[in-house]
């Protein structure tokens, strides 16, 4: 298995543009989410899908849009962006509901705004 | 809503020199407090989850305790490998999702 894969690693991206980063994971998980970490702030959670065609917000979701059409793909869209949006970010999956639920991280994206 | 505190912030260490890390938290309900490594440029690395307080789970120099209020990671005789940030992060039915709230983490530096 693949686990939870992310594209792309790097990113500038200029004031005002647009972009999708891609998350995919292969172990059926039902839960998917998006964090951004920040130097010194940890994981803080944008976007969660507990199932396809299912989303939810997080702590930080202004400036960031998400769908989850199938249960593998769970893309985090970037409209206008922002220097604030500079940041590291990761998606994760796991198995999801009152279980005690690991998260299994992909290796992330780093996204520059200039 | 769930609170996670991890001190300290930074932590360094000689090797062989053991300590502990530590995990406040509060919750209603907890379900699990888990503990992930995170290298550089990496994402978050599962380690351990505990469930019940009195509870201890040990992995090679590395040993997790939890009581009602808090975590303990102890780092026994560590080795410069043992460098990275350690995240701490709690699961509660809170809402009805169960999703996870980290703290910040520790960074954690092994000189040989």
Redesign the interface.
Request: charged share 10%.
């Given at each position: 298995n693949a686990g939870?894969t992310q594209t792309p690693k790097f990113h500038i991206l200029k004031i005002g543009q647009s972009m999708t980063l891609q998350c995919t994971q292969d172990m059926n998980h039902n839960y998917m989410?998006w964090y951004r970490q920040d130097p010194?702030?940890?994981?803080k959670?944008i976007y969660?899908s507990?199932g396809a065609g299912i989303t939810?917000k997080?702590e930080v979701p202004n400036g960031y849009n998400v769908s989850r059409s199938t249960t593998e793909d769970f893309p985090l869209r970037l409209e206008l962006a922002a220097p604030s949006q500079t940041s590291v970010y990761?998606c994760?999956s796991s198995y999801?509901?009152?279980s005690?639920?690991?998260?299994?991280?992909?290796?992330?994206t780093r996204l520059t705004v200039l | 809503e769930d609170q996670v505190t991890q001190s300290p912030e930074a932590l360094r260490l000689q090797e062989g020199e053991s300590s502990s890390l530590n995990c406040s938290y509060t919750v209603s309900g907890l379900r699990g407090l888990f503990w992930y490594r995170q290298d550089p440029g990496k994402g978050p690395e599962f380690l351990f989850t505990l469930y019940s307080a009195g509870e201890e789970k040990e992995k090679e120099r590395l040993k997790a305790t939890l009581t009602k209020k808090e975590s303990f990671l102890h780092i026994t005789a560590p080795k410069p490998e043992d460098s990275a940030t350690y995240l701490c992060a709690v699961q509660s039915p809170g809402g009805g999702s169960y999703i996870p709230t980290f703290g910040r983490g520790t960074s954690l530096i092994v000189h040989p």
């Open positions: 939870v989410y010194g702030m940890g994981l959670l969660y507990v939810d997080g990761f994760a999801g509901g009152a005690t639920d690991t998260q299994y991280f992909g290796p992330g | -």
